[in-house]
């Protein structure tokens, strides 16, 4: 692996990531995302702006009750007002309240937006720079300049520009980063721009803080590093205003993997995937399957040449072990499939089949003529499963659906609505029948289903439905459509999807189900499991004491 880098870690998911169009942290989320970006190994955590909300304020109240280990916690906040002295700028006193080791402060860079947004001139910009900063660090503080519009106000007046990183650099700033507020600049004026403005300075470290405008944030950033820049910003999946930051999750992997810059320890870099996921849930967000190195598909393999080559020599398509990042390879099924994936998707399910045994061929037939018809296995392992088990002949049917009504009454006028769903069903030889009201047709459906189940298999019980999707195959088709129906169950301990197509969307939802709970009976529980590990050692012990017993020679034969 590559040696340690000098290379630091700006996390600014709890700030800018914030300003994202549909992430909205609670307090307690925001402590919870600090305290694990800490333990990830994260060098900075930029918390908020103490100037801006009681939220933020809050926070920093909060964070200094918590013990961080690895990150120096950041305020983040902008220079003095123009033509007020430090001393007396609310905002800055604000700042120092925050008690964090670090600030960092937003400061204008640009001619254009000194003139025209700031209303005040250029050498008063200056003077702003150059005494927050020198406060700040007076008062014990690490400051780290973050120059608003660098690029694009170098590209206008660059003396101005190098005028502004210059004062922040004799002020005491430790960090001078480059910010591409705009996210329209390319990585080789990226990479031009920060070599040139590095040149000009003297002691402080050059930082790289890019969005993602033309889709270039990370690839800007890299380019930045490239030509000295020391510091990446960033926040954890690109979260942040407009079209995103520079996601540090994508970024740590390149540096590491890509640039030989190792930035984190080699266990910490393998809780990346973990980490882009937890960030996800606590934010509300549905992770994103193409992320690079992240990603459910970023190892994902469906063509019949791709998976017969991985199979022999993982590298052939794959541009790193999976496993570095905290991902895995999968095995996709499907029209364009072989016999090889079937083969291997079946293996990583814990299901022996030979690539080429019939029962191999057969299941890729019966996949064929099923997407053919407008399924999909890609995203539904358990019905996949089922299919396999069915062909091996391991299938056990639990239960038998004599029929089901689902019904659904609605009265405009009193403001009555009912859907209610019955079943008939044949287990163990005994018929049930059961009537069930839901939200829905398909939840009423399924609160049927398992009414007439649970008393022969209480694991049922934990049994939920948590994701329920519907596409429609054929639109062309109209109302006379295909509809293909995905769902997502969990028991509580893990999850599984299965799949149902058909015309009428609720036969399409009821096979769907039906894959559902049939793939949880056959499941043994971990109860029942670790009963079956119980046995087998108990069996072990008496063969043991039995092969003892044969071995010891009678008392009457010993020897005195």
Not at 219 to 237: I, P, R, S
């Amino acid at each position: 692996m590559s040696t340690s880098s000098n290379i630091t870690l700006y996390d600014t998911t709890l700030r800018d990531g914030a300003q994202g169009e549909g992430i909205h942290f609670s307090l307690a989320d925001k402590l919870r995302i600090a305290q694990r970006l800490d333990t990830f190994g994260m060098h900075y955590i930029e918390g908020g702006w103490p100037g801006s909300n009681e939220k933020d304020i809050e926070f920093f109240r909060e964070a200094k009750k918590l013990k961080f280990k690895h990150a120096r916690l950041a305020a983040f906040g902008s220079t003095r007002r123009a033509n007020t002295p430090v001393e007396k700028d609310p905002q800055v006193a604000l700042l120092l309240e925050a008690d964090t080791p670090v600030v960092t402060l937003v400061c204008k860079s640009s001619k254009l937006h000194v003139t025209e947004i700031l209303r005040t001139t250029l050498d008063e910009n200056l003077a702003m720079i150059r005494d927050t900063i020198r406060y700040l660090v007076e008062n014990g503080r690490e400051v780290i300049f973050d120059g608003e519009h660098t690029f694009d106000g170098y590209k206008d007046d660059p003396a101005y520009t190098t005028a502004c990183y210059q004062a922040a650099d004799e002020a005491g700033a430790a960090y001078l980063v480059m910010c591409d507020t705009n996210g329209g600049s390319l990585p080789a004026e990226i990479a031009k721009i920060a070599s040139e403005l590095g040149s000009k300075i003297k002691k402080a470290k050059m930082g790289i803080h890019t969005h993602d405008d033309c889709g270039l944030a990370v690839a800007n950033a890299l380019a930045a590093v490239e030509v000295g820049a020391l510091q990446v910003q960033g926040t954890v999946n690109g979260y942040g205003e407009r079209t995103g930051n520079c996601n540090l999750v994508t970024s740590i992997a390149n540096l590491q993997l890509k640039m030989n810059q190792r930035v984190l320890p080699d266990d910490k870099l393998a809780e990346l995937r973990d980490l882009s996921l937890f960030v996800d849930e606590v934010a509300n967000q549905r992770p994103s399957g193409r992320a690079p190195f992240i990603g459910a598909s970023a190892f994902a393999h469906k063509g019949g040449i791709h998976v017969n080559a991985i199979n022999k020599f993982s590298a052939s398509y794959e541009h790193i072990k999976p496993e570095l990042v905290g991902n895995s390879q999968r095995v996709l099924v499907g029209e364009l499939a072989g016999r090889a994936n079937v083969m291997l998707k079946a293996k990583t399910l814990g299901l022996k089949l030979e690539e080429k045994s019939p029962e191999a061929l057969k299941v890729l037939e019966q996949i064929k003529h099923l997407e053919n018809e407008g399924y999909e296995f890609e995203a539904a392992d358990a019905s996949f499963q089922l299919l396999v088990r069915k062909a091996l002949g391991q299938y056990k049917s639990f239960f038998e659906l004599d029929e089901y009504h689902v019904s659904i009454r609605k009265n405009s006028v009193h403001g009555f609505d009912a859907c209610e769903a019955t079943i008939k069903l044949t287990v163990n030889g005994e018929k049930v029948y059961t009537v069930s009201e839901g939200d829905g047709p398909v939840n009423a459906l399924d609160a049927a289903l398992r009414t007439a189940l649970i008393r022969f298999y209480p694991r049922l019980e934990q049994m939920k439905l948590v994701d329920y999707k519907v596409r429609i195959i054929d639109s062309k088709s109209g109302t006379a459509a295909k509809t293909r129906v995905f769902i997502e169950s969990s028991d509580g301990d893990s999850t599984w999807a299965t799949v149902g197509v058909s015309y009428d969307i609720i036969e399409a939802s009821w096979l769907a189900l039906r894959d559902s709970v049939d793939y949880l009976l056959s499941r043994k529980s971990l109860l029942e499991l670790l009963d079956d590990v119980a046995k087998v050692k108990t069996k072990i012990k008496e063969v043991e004491k039995k092969a003892v017993e044969k071995m010891s020679i009678p008392p009457s034969t010993q020897s005195v």
